[in-house]
Nanobody, 120 residues
Framework: QVQLVESGGGLVQPGGSLRLSCAAL????????AAWYRQAPGKERELVAV???????NYADSVKGRFTISRDNAKNTVYLQMNSLKPEDTAVYYC??????????????WGQGTQVTVSS
């Protein structure tokens, strides 16, 4: 069974850093495009960062210059390095990825979410 497992969330003070990880587990052929989303209480889920299979990236304006999305294809893992964190970054962060489950088939998966709280 294929699943995305996130880790790395927690409580951090404003200005601090966290690195989130998203590992694809199970019998897979690899990850195509992947993204991080977040959802704050009472708000809709929003796209934070995207990385293509070729490594191109794109970011929401609110996190540009502070967050970096990256990938390790050998480990089937996607990361989100978050620096200069602000209280408004507080949210549940979700990983989403297109997983190659066979040579010619891709399915979309979501992780379970990891809580990030920025507070003094």
């Amino acid at each position: 069974q294929v699943q995305l497992v996130e880790s790395g969330g927690g409580l951090v003070q404003p200005g601090g850093s966290l690195r989130l990880s998203c590992a694809a587990l199970g019998s897979i052929f690899g990850i195509n495009a992947a993204a991080w989303y977040r959802q704050a209480p009472g708000k809709e889920r929003e796209l934070v960062a995207v990385i293509t299979s070729g490594g191109s990236t794109n970011y929401a304006d609110s996190v540009k210059g502070r967050f970096t999305i990256s990938r390790d294809n050998a480990k089937n893992t996607v990361y989100l390095q978050m620096n200069s964190l602000k209280p408004e970054d507080t949210a549940v962060y979700y990983c989403n990825a297109g997983i190659r489950v066979s040579r010619f088939s891709e399915h979309n998966y979501w992780g379970q979410g990891t809580q990030v709280t920025v507070s003094s």
